[in-house]
C-alpha cells in the first residue's frame, strides 16, 4: 500500500482528500503547514507528497526544494495543490522539480488519476533501474569471472612452472630409499620448496621456508632453488654450510641486482648431507632445525653439535639441533652458517620441516600448534611406516585446523636412513 503525504492549511480540503484517497486503497498521512508537513517528509519517507502551495511558515515551493535537496527524498512524486490565482508560483514550482499540479477545485477521479500516474511512473522507473543494475550485476559478475579464469590459468601455469622446478616424486623415489614428503601451500602455488640432489659420495637434502606464500612466496623460492642449484653445480660445494654461505651471496645478487630497488625477502632453510657409506649425516641450518629420532642414548655427534635438545618416549628420543641465526638474503651485517655433523644408525629418522605446521592456529582455544606437539607427534608414531606417519601428520594438521584459514605453507619431509 502506498503511503500519500498531504501537506495543506486548509483542513476541510486536507480532511477531504484523505477520505478520498483512502476509499481508493492508499494510506494518508497529513499535516497543516510547510514546517511540520517537512518534518513528517523527513522523518516518514512517503511514496508520494501533495502540497499546497501557499501556506504558513514554509511555502509549498520552500518544502519542494527541501525535499529535492535530500538525499532520501529527492525522488519522491511531488505534486501541487493550486488555486488559479497562483500560476505563476505553479510554474516557478515545476521549474524546482515538482511532477504534476491539482488545480482547486478538483474533481475527485482527476485526484486519483494524478496520483495513480505519478505512482506508475515511479514503479516502471524502479523496473528499469532494476533491470539496468541486473544487467550491468550480470556483466559486472561476467568480467570477474573472467579475470577470476584468466588469473586462476596464471595460476595453474606457474604451478606447473614450480612443479617443474622441485623434484618430481618419480626423482624422489630414486634418491631417497623410504621417506615422506608432506607438502600442503596455503594457495595454488608455495613459498616453501624442498630440493634433492645425488653427488657421488652423498645425498643433498633441503626443506626451505621463503618469505610470505602464493605468488610472491613461489617467485622468491624459483630464486632459492637456482641459488642452490648454482652453488652445487657451478661452484662444486658439498658441504652444507659452504653451500648456504655461497646461496645466500648468489640469492642477494638476484634479488638486489636492481640497487634502485633493494629487497628485504629471504629464506629460512635446513639442509642436509647423508654420507651412505660413512653413515654421517652433516646439517647447516638457517634458522630452521634438523630432527633426529634414534634409539635413547645412541645419539652420537661428531663435529659442532653444540646447542641441541631432546624429548623422550619410552625407548626413542627425538633430538632437535638448531640452525644458526643467520636467513638467507636477510639483513644481518655478517652471515654465519657452521656445519654440524652426526654418526646415524640404521633405521634412524630425520625430519626437516618448515614452521607452517607449529604455526598453524587452531584447537579449541585457537592457538598455534607448536613445535612441541609437533616433535611429541614425530616420537609418538615411530615404528609406523612413512606413508603411515604422513597420513598421521596430515589427519592431525586437518583436525588441528578445524574450519580456520590455512596459516601458511606447509613442508615436512621424513627421511629413514
Known amino acids: 500500500m502506498s503511503t500519500i503525504l498531504i501537506i495543506e492549511d486548509e483542513a476541510l480540503i486536507r480532511e477531504s482528500i484523505c477520505d478520498v484517497l483512502s476509499l481508493n486503497g492508499y494510506k494518508t498521512e497529513s499535516e497543516p503547514d510547510g514546517e511540520l508537513g517537512l518534518k513528517r517528509a523527513f522523518s516518514l519517507k512517503p511514496d508520494l507528497i501533495l502540497c499546497d502551495i501557499n501556506m504558513p511558515k514554509i511555502s509549498g515551493l520552500d518544502v519542494l526544494k527541501a525535499i529535492r535537496a535530500d538525499d532520501t527524498l529527492k525522488h519522491t512524486p511531488f505534486v501541487f495543490l493550486t488555486a488559479l490565482s497562483t500560476m505563476d508560483d505553479l510554474r516557478t514550482g515545476m521549474n524546482l522539480g515538482a511532477e504534476d499540479y491539482l488545480a482547486k477545485p478538483y474533481r475527485n477521479k482527476e485526484l486519483i488519476d494524478i496520483i495513480s500516474h505519478q505512482l506508475k511512473k515511479v514503479e516502471q522507473i524502479k523496473k528499469i533501474e532494476k533491470d539496468i543494475s541486473k544487467k550491468q550485476l550480470d556483466e559486472f559478475k561476467l568480467k570477474v569471472a573472467e579475470k577470476s579464469k584468466g588469473f586462476h590459468d596464471s595460476l595453474n601455469r606457474a604451478k606447473t612452472v614450480q612443479n617443474v622446478i622441485i623434484p618430481s616424486n618419480q626423482k624422489m623415489d630414486e634418491l631417497l630409499a623410504e621417506y615422506f614428503n608432506y607438502f600442503l601451500p596455503k ?9 634433492v640432489k645425488k653427488l657421488d659420495k652423498s645425498t643433498l637434502v633441503a626443506v626451505a621456508d621463503c618469505t610470505g606464500h602464493g ?12 641459488s642452490l642449484n648454482n652453488a652445487v653445480e657451478q661452484f662444486g660445494l658439498t658441504k652444507p654450510a659452504e653451500i648456504l654461505t655461497k646461496v645466500n651471496e648468489l640469492f642477494l645478487d638476484f634479488m638486489n641486482a636492481n640497487e634502485s630497488n633493494v629487497s628485504h625477502d629471504g629464506m629460512d632453510i635446513c639442509l642436509c648431507s647423508i654420507d651412505d657409506n660413512s653413515n654421517i649425516i652433516h646439517f647447516a641450518g638457517a634458522k630452521r632445525p634438523l630432527y633426529v629420532v634414534t634409539q635413547k642414548d645412541n645419539f652420537n655427534p661428531i663435529k659442532g653439535v653444540n646447542n641441541y635438545s631432546e624429548v623422550d618416549l619410552e625407548d626413542m628420543s627425538l633430538y632437535e639441533m638448531k640452525g644458526d641465526n643467520s636467513s638467507i638474503g636477510g639483513d ?28 598453524q592456529f587452531g584447537g579449541a582455544d585457537d592457538r598455534k600448534f607448536k613445535s612441541k606437539r609437533l616433535k611429541n607427534l614425530l616420537l609418538s608414531f615411530q615404528g609406523k611406516s612413512m606413508s603411515d606417519q604422513k597420513e598421521i601428520l596430515a589427519q592431525e594438521f586437518q583436525n588441528w585446523m578445524g574450519d580456520k584459514e590455512q596459516t601458511d605453507d606447509v613442508t615436512i619431509m621424513g627421511i629413514k636412513l
Not at 187 to 195: A, H, K, M, V
Not at 332 to 359: M, P, T
Open 215 to 226: 605468488v610472491p612466496g613461489a617467485l622468491i623460492s624459483m630464486a632459492g632453488t637456482l
Open 187 to 195: 594457495d595454488t602455488i608455495s613459498g616453501d620448496f624442498y630440493w
Open 332 to 359: 644481518d651485517l655478517i652471515f654465519h652458517i657452521e656445519d654440524q655433523a652426526f654418526e646415524y644408525n640404521k633405521g634412524d629418522v630425520i625430519y626437516l620441516c618448515s614452521d607452517g605446521y607449529a604455526d
